[in-house]
């Protein structure tokens, strides 16, 4: 049907010897000789009318963007380790970002947001990460749920098991809440099994420590609640399932995890003493000034080769709950850049390898809000986090992974004019507030459900709609705004990164890690064989 209806606008657009009529009721093999005339048509005046055709528009603005981007796209590809040396060389260490709640649609609004901030019309501008080479589409569902929780999609992404909402780290067959005998469904992580392979470890987050994202690269738990010791279900108590606090500091730390930065004092203080006995030569950081001066102490340690920092484990703890927004962060607590650059200060003054996650908790939060304005300067500042540990690492040994555990009901529609605040109302082209059927504004973001459910609003609230403290709209009414189902993206960079593309399940990125890892390793046996002369085949050739 398609196939006529073209050959109706063409063959009207062509000539008028082949009457409408005549193509609706043609047999097959009619049509069939039509196509051909009127592609033999077609041919024909295109070659007449050559001399008239405008040259393409060299010196159009996007023609030129156009063709730098496909010149540079090649020297990047042609630069690039082939997908083989990659195989081969595998990665030293792993840098994996998590921007909680970091739909597809909030990379849009925050780069256009970044943009605006630095004073251009927003849509042309990068997130950091969106330059990388490699990306991939992720399906984020639990076993249990079509639309996720973040501690059943990061158990996915640390263990390789896709498994249930509210869990962490356990598989799928463990029931929520049910302690009895759960410790059979424990899943060992990608941090533990780096521990047994000798490679440092670390987490890093805005959140709390004992929150669910966090607690996945670390912690098995039935329940993702069961944070501090309080916490528990009696259930717990009887069947002797630790809190994720207890886990962090009495099991996770001694087993080997190096590196701990983020919130959660609550949850965290009673086992503040547990640290500090169990390791004279770790750090207990509990501000922003601690933070920097063990940092420097790090520095000094390693540029002058003395040994007087302290390089054993590394709590830090910088709030009683979540850490604040980028928006209202005080000055006792560090930014998300600021641990990220410091852990990285840390693994890096250590010899051997390292893998480091690191998240963006409160995209995730500012998003349960309806409140896009947090949302959108969260992601900014993972933005030029990545972009810290891009510039402090080296593309040819270091994986750095950027990704989302599952998206949001966020949206970004109407036809506001280009350069529109992305946090304004819809305005059209001669800059005229557009209005709805009833009359009011509306802005360009909203979410499909939430708290700030039906037209509410007056005018004059919507004329601050780029406030920071702004709620969207919502389509449906919810106490709070729900993730979404759709899929996230995933950037990547470095050794191993070629095998991240087209759409991917969540639990593969562990295995994609685990094998970019495990190369890496297998080289080393090679090239400890190779000392011994063993397996040196081509020792003659060198000679
Ligand atoms: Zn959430």
Request: overall charge negative.
């Amino acid at each position: 049907m398609r196939s006529f209806i073209c050959l109706l606008v063409l063959s009207s657009l062509l000539s008028n010897s082949v009457s409408a009529d005549s193509i609706n009721y043609a047999p097959l093999n009619q049509t069939a000789t039509n196509q051909t005339a009127l592609k033999q048509a077609a041919h024909q005046k295109s070659t007449s009318s050559n001399d008239s055709v405008t040259p393409p528009l060299q010196s159009n603005h996007w023609y030129q963007q156009g063709e730098a981007w496909l010149k540079n796209k090649v020297t990047t590809l042609e630069s690039l380790s082939s997908p083989l040396q990659q195989k081969e060389q595998g990665a030293k260490n792993i840098i994996l970002f998590l921007g909680d709640g970091m739909s597809i649609t909030t990379l849009t609004a925050a780069r256009i947001w970044q943009g605006q901030q630095q004073g251009q019309s927003g849509e042309e501008n990068f997130l950091h990460f969106e330059h990388f080479p490699h990306t991939a589409l992720i399906k984020t569902y639990n076993t249990n749920q079509q639309t996720p929780d973040s501690a059943g999609t990061m158990s996915a992404i640390m263990t390789g098991v896709k498994t249930r909402a509210g869990l962490i780290s356990m598989g799928p067959e463990q029931d929520r809440t049910d302690c009895q005998g759960s410790s059979q469904h424990h899943q060992q992580t990608l941090l533990e099994w780096g521990h047994q392979q000798g490679i440092n470890t670390g987490v890093v987050t805005t959140a709390r420590l004992t929150h669910a994202t966090p607690a996945a690269t670390y912690a098995h738990s039935p329940e993702r609640s069961w944070e501090g010791d309080y916490d528990r279900h009696p259930n717990a108590y009887w069947y002797g399932c630790d809190s994720i606090a207890k886990q962090l500091v009495k099991t996770a730390f001694p087993a080997g995890l190096d590196l701990a930065l983020g919130g959660g004092r609550s949850k965290l203080e009673s086992y503040y003493d547990t640290f500090n006995q169990q390791f004279p030569n770790g750090s207990l950081l509990t501000n922003k000034q601690a933070l920097s001066d063990w940092n420097q102490a790090l520095l000094a340690s390693r540029f002058s080769h003395q040994k007087e920092a302290k390089t054993g484990p590394v709590l830090g703890v910088f709030s009683p709950g979540h850490m604040d927004f980028e928006m209202d962060r005080r000055a006792a607590q560090p930014s998300l850049k600021q641990m990220t650059e410091q852990a990285i200060n840390y693994f890096q003054a250590r010899t051997g390898r390292y893998v480091l996650v690191i998240e963006s908790a409160r995209i995730d939060h500012a998003h349960h809000n309806g409140n896009a304005a947090r949302a959108l300067a969260e992601t900014a500042m993972l933005s030029s986090t990545v972009q810290v540990a891009d510039d402090m690492t080296d593309d040819e040994d270091t994986l750095i992974i950027v990704t989302a555990d599952h998206s949001h009901t966020f949206l970004m529609a109407g036809y506001p004019k280009r350069g529109n605040p992305i946090l304004g109302v819809s305005k059209n082209q001669k800059n005229e507030v557009v209005l709805a059927n009833d009359g009011m504004p509306y802005t360009s973001l909203g979410y499909a459900n939430g708290k700030e459910y039906g037209r509410k609003k007056s005018a004059e609230e919507f004329l601050h709609s780029e406030d920071k403290n702004f709620l969207q709209e919502a389509g449906i009414a919810l106490a709070v705004e729900t993730h979404g189902s759709d899929d996230v993206a995933l950037h990547a960079k470095g050794p191993g990164s070629y095998l991240f593309s087209g759409l991917m399940e969540q639990n593969e990125i562990f295995h994609t890690i685990q094998q970019a890892l495990l190369t890496n390793g297998l080289n080393d046996l090679d090239s400890l064989n190779d000392l011994d002369g063993s397996s040196d085949l081509t020792a003659g050739k060198d000679q």
